[in-house]
């Protein structure tokens, strides 16, 4: 799977159409294979609600991604530190809950970003 392709191709997608997903919170790479390679365009991986650690986000991604699935993941809180270690782990796209203000939207908004931007 080229991520940054795939990603570029969702984007292109919820352009025009919808875009189909799933919602794992069960913490298990094999969970995650059997959803990914069930046709869906994304994953997200739920780091709020489910019991899922930080420590299994690769395993599940890779899972993800054999059948070319992109792995999202909501992270737990608005933290740029979240944020980076669901990138570092492999995140096509990050989810982030609880935004309250314009100023926190922005401040996730770059810890997203590649350098320069963010």
């Not at 298990?28 to 069930?38: F, H, L, R």
């Not at 980076?84 to 989810?95: E, S």
Request: net charge negative; with cysteine.
């Amino acid at each position: 799977m080229n991520k940054f392709e795939s990603i570029n191709n969702l984007r292109k997608k919820l352009c025009s159409e919808a875009s189909i997903g799933a919602w794992i919170q069960i913490p298990n790479a094999t969970i995650s294979e059997i959803v990914g390679k069930s046709g869906y365009d994304w994953a997200a991986v739920d780091l709020e609600h489910g019991h899922i650690s930080v420590e299994i986000l690769p395993d599940m991604f890779r899972s993800l991604e054999l059948g070319n699935t992109l792995p999202f993941v909501r992270i737990a809180e608005a933290d740029a530190s979240n944020c980076k270690i669901a990138l570092d782990a492999g995140a096509a796209g990050i989810i982030i809950p609880k935004i309250e203000t314009s100023n926190q939207l922005a401040n996730m908004r770059d810890a997203v970003r590649w350098p320069p931007a963010g």
